[in-house]
């Protein structure tokens, strides 16, 4: 590592261009006051010049050159030499690396560099394709690239920035379920916490289906119907709240268009149980609008350890009953008319405040429904059907004395934050695996697991390479 050395370090290219450049710019002070951002602009260039420089021989050290070498127990042989261009976080440096196929007639190679090095995609560094991955969990790609370009470090162009995520997620998705029960185990439950509250909800996004997704039967159950192209994302969040009421923490999750939800729930639910297993003394409260997928899911939630030990709470979002008591009245005396206003103001104010306030809420539409006729009657039957079905979910005033959340505003927010901010940008239309791609690193970020979730990605990209003393023509280092 020649650049690493004291004596040599001097002879870097890099640096006498660096040296020139101050030497330069200290001598164009004699004549005019520089440009302080054209300086900065200048100097940055050349110490990432300098950075690139170190790189390439860093990564150069990761290389093997020998006759055979061992990968999971398959030996690899017929070494062939080439060079390769990988991104760092300073920009793209040109490597020479070897390349080894197994015996037989087999094409695939192995490029031990990658591997020791634990290089993301085949191009990009670990420190590199973390930034990457980051900013295009945020972003569209171009905008990323863009982003990426201003800041004037490494310039990934906007098709590496697409194919990233994906080759993420793959992992990702082999790995789910024990990298998701490894997160959990690695978090502990705050000791304030007094409430374990767990929703579920969903947002229309535009998705672009597959033949095979396309000639699927349609499910018995209903579900949510949008706009031609639209179809259903699913968000879960399982959150901690303290005896006052305020919200600790929170785990966020999204998961592309599935029947009945069935991977959602199945996180969902691994993360109660783990919350449970920790501290089954925490009051359960089942928050969600009066969907009846959902309410199926939170009725046959399994929470790993025996019910009657847990003080269980069925909410449905108070808001969303007011929505439905606000159509209902609307159809009584029209829209923003004084009289439907002031009925609207009194009955939603019963409803959060009364003991009985479902019930007197019930009973008002019942004699709006008798006076009605047509289809008035109709619709406001409808009406009066959610809450007499949800009628048992509706004691707020109770729910309002023991602190706990009467509105699904988390669920809400995780369905704006995950997909309608990232998914739903003018022109998109997105397929099964990226649209999931974005929403596990939106999660991740949004469930402050990004910090270790990145480490499994990275550590499951990173193998090694085995070579014996005779055969190998220098040491080899392993990732850091």
Known sequence: MEAYRETDILKSPALRQLATFLSEHHQAWAHQTPN????ARGLHTHILAFEREVMAEELAGYDVAAERVTLDGVEYSQPMEDTETYMTIAGEV??????????????RHICPLELQAGMIEGFFTPAAARQAAYVV???????????????????????????????LSARWEAHRQDWEAHLRTLESVPAAAATLVVSLDGVLAPIRSTPAEKAEPRMSE???????????????????????????????????????????CQELEAEVQAILSVQPRLKLVKLADGARENWRF?????????????????????????????????????????????????LKTLLKEADDGSERVIEALRYRVRQAKGHKRKHLHKELTYFRNQRH??????????????????????????????????????KTPGGQAILTLRSLIQSERWERGWALLREDYQQTVSVSAANACFALPLAV
């Open 298 to 346: 939170l009725g046959q939630l399994k929470l790993g350890v025996p019910a009657d030990q847990i003080e269980s709470w069925e909410i449905v979002d108070y808001y969303h009953a007011c929505d439905h008591l606000k159509h209902a009245l609307d159809i009584v005396w029209g829209k923003q008319t004084p009289t439907g206003q002031a009925e609207f103001a009194r």
């Open 222 to 264: 209903k579900q949510a119907t949008g706009p031609k192209g639209y179809q259903e994302v699913g968000c879960g969040t399982v959150s901690l709240h303290d005896a006052e009421g305020e919200r600790l923490q929170t785990v966020r999750y999204g998961r592309m268009p599935e029947s009945k939800k069935v991977t959602l």
């Open 94 to 107: 040109l490597v020479k690396r070897h390349l080894y196929r197994p015996a037989g007639r087999s094409t």
């Open 36 to 39: 302080l951002e054209a300086f």
């Open 137 to 167: 969990a945020h972003l569209p790609p171009a905008t990323g690239a863009a982003l990426f370009d201003e800041l004037g470090s490494m310039r990934p162009s906007a098709s590496s920035l697409e194919r990233l995520p994906k080759g």
């Open 393 to 430: 979910r509706m004691h707020y005033a109770t729910y309002v004395r023991e602190n706990l959340p009467i509105a699904s505003g988390v669920v809400e927010a995780a369905c704006k934050t995950l997909v309608t901010q990232r998914l739903k940008q003018s022109g998109m239309r997105w």
